[in-house]
Every structure is written in structure tokens, then in C-alpha cells.
């Protein structure tokens, strides 16, 4: 509709307006994710995306003549909370959900979505199963698959770092493992490398040496890993401390600016891949500027994805003129919609179409985009 398309074009131009106080009669946008633990540098930044995006929405007029309102839950990146946190949506009244962050807390709360017919978009979650297995038809997300990324990894440690001999670890999860699992596929799949070692880790362990040492045994020149930055961290101080010199490659679960801060010297000349910059994007840069004005610093991991998947359902119910769930599903998958992270719409399989990966390296404490 010409009015969410000018709303939009406002969205990059506007200053900061006071929101009207909400209207009785609100379109319910429910946002889930880690607000607070370890993870919840992958949550806040999204969570404050959606709060930006509704402020600007509502200064505009809203959706549909309506305000939007925020039901904001915090789950921890923890299934067994993801389950509470998607029924305390629902219960309050959530027409569409931004959320979740972490893959395993996302299959988590997709059945009670499903069964309550609401639409779930996530910023961050990649696991593959979540759209190819054909369980969640309610399920999209602003943010490419495992086995993309996984398959960037591979290719990357092959043509790039020249791997011949590479170890796989996972923190068992959902996210991490299914990471750490399309990458040894693809590397068995190559031809070219041994993969001498597949194992996970205990996720918050204090000490990995056991597990490094297993990898300095093999003589692994390339180490993968598929989890977060809590763990990669400690893996990488521990290969400093035992002066290994292999390359550390992993997910876009570590690209986070946590994982600089806790394994400090440690970090520098470590790969993970991540979603493409696209700063040049004109909305992507008037987001960030907008994040600056508002809290004074960078925006962290999936801010852009999570702004993107804001404008994209809201968009939605505006063009399908109401919050009715077929409707809402129909207009994610037929019509286009101006975000940070490019032009999109959404196939059959609820995937972004047009989104990708890029590798990074830390280069003097910042992530540094490898063309």
C-alpha cells in the first residue's frame, strides 16, 4: 500500500517523535529473546529495533489506523523458558511475534505459534530445520540458513586458509551443532580435507584445554566451531595460551562484539561468517544513525535483521488489511518490502530471499569484512 511505502521512506527521514498514548484497539507485536544472561547481546539489539521501528510507525499513524503495541518476554536463548514466554505472548493478545533469537529456544515456541495460528519472524535463528523440515509454516526469519553459512565456512578454510586437516567442535545445541554438522559435510563432501576431529563441548565449562589438546593432537590445521561467543572465546584464549598457530573459524554466533571483549588478544585474526554488511543500504545506515542518536553507541549482532523483521511484518498485516493469519502469510510471501537488509519477501519456506553471508576476520579488535 502507498501509505506503509511512504511511511517507510518517513522512517528515514524522521527524528525522533513522541509516540501517541496507544489506542485501546492496538496491533499486538510480540518480541522474544535473551534480555538478560549470557546471550543477551544477541537480543537487546533486536528488541531495541523494535522498539525504534514502533516508535516511528506509531508517529506516523500506525497500521491500519492503528497503534502498535510492544509485548516484550525475555527467554534466555533457554527452550525450556521459550515455551512459558511464547504462551505469555499469546496470552497477552501477540498478533505477530519478532522473535526468537537462538534456534534451539525458536523450535522451542514454534508449536504454540502454530497451534495459536501467529506468524513468528526471526532476526538471528538459522537453523536449517526450522524452514526445511516443513513443520513451522508460520516460521520466516530476515537472516540466511546453517547450511549456508556452513558451506561459506567450508569453502572459505579450503580455497582461502588452504585446510588439509580440520577439527569441528559444537556446544551442542541446536544452533551450534547443526553448524558444526553441514560443515563436516560439505568438508567430507570436498574431496580435499580430513576432518580428524567432531566432538562438542559443555557449553560454560571453565576449561577447554582437555578438548584443545585433543585438536593439537591431531594436527588439525583449521579448527571450525559452531556455538557462541561464551565458549569460542575461552577456546581461543586457551590455543593462545598453548601457542597454537591454526585458524579459528566460526558462525555468525560469535561475530558479536562480546566475543572481542572477553577473549581480548585472543580474538585477532579469528574468522566467522556473518551477515553481509550493507551499510551502504540507504535504510540500513539511517537505522544505525537512528540506534546512535538513541543510545549513543553501535548497534550490536542482528540490530539490522531484527529492524528488518519489524518493517517486514508490520508491512504485512498493512498489506493484508488485517492480522488474520493467512493473510498476514500471503502478503509476507507475495509482496515486497523495503528493509536494512535489502528489497525482500519471503518464499514458500519462510526464508529471506536475497540474503547472504560474508566472512569476517578480527583485524586490530574489529570485525573486518573479507570481500
Known sequence: MKRFSSLLIALVACSGLVSPA?????IKLG?????????????????KAAQLVVKKVNANGG????????????????PEIATNTATKLITQGAQIVLGHICSGA??????????????????????????????????????????????????????????????????????????AEFARKFLDESGKVEVVLFEGVTPGAMDYSSIIQKVRREKADVLIFGGYHPEASKLVAQMKRKRMKIAFLS?????DASFIKVAGAAAEGAYMTGPRDLSSNPLNAAATAEFKAAYGEDP???FHEGYAAALALLNAVEQAGSTEYAAVTKALQTKYVETPVGKIKFDAKGDAEGVGFSVYQVEGGQFKELK
Open 22 to 26: 496507544m489506542a485501546a484497539d492496538t
Open 31 to 47: 518480541v522474544a529473546g535473551p534480555h538478560s544472561g549470557d546471550l543477551a547481546p544477541y537480543g537487546i539489539p533486536a528488541m
Open 63 to 78: 497500521v491500519l489506523g492503528k497503534q502498535v503495541e510492544l509485548l516484550i518476554q525475555d527467554d534466555q536463548c533457554k
Open 106 to 179: 525458536t523450535k522451542a515456541a514454534m508449536g504454540i505459534y502454530k497451534d495459536a495460528g501467529i506468524p513468528v519472524m526471526s532476526p538471528s535463528a538459522t537453523s536449517t530445520d526450522l524452514t526445511q523440515s516443513g513443520d513451522y509454516p508460520n516460521f520466516f526469519r530476515t537472516i540466511a540458513s546453517d547450511d549456508m553459512q556452513a558451506k561459506l565456512a567450508v569453502d572459505f578454510a579450503i580455497e582461502k586458509l588452504g585446510a588439509k586437516r580440520v577439527a569441528v567442535l559444537h556446544d551442542k545445541g541446536d544452533y551450534g551443532k547443526g553448524f
Open 251 to 255: 558462525d555468525d554466533g560469535v561475530k
Open 300 to 302: 550490536g549482532a542482528f
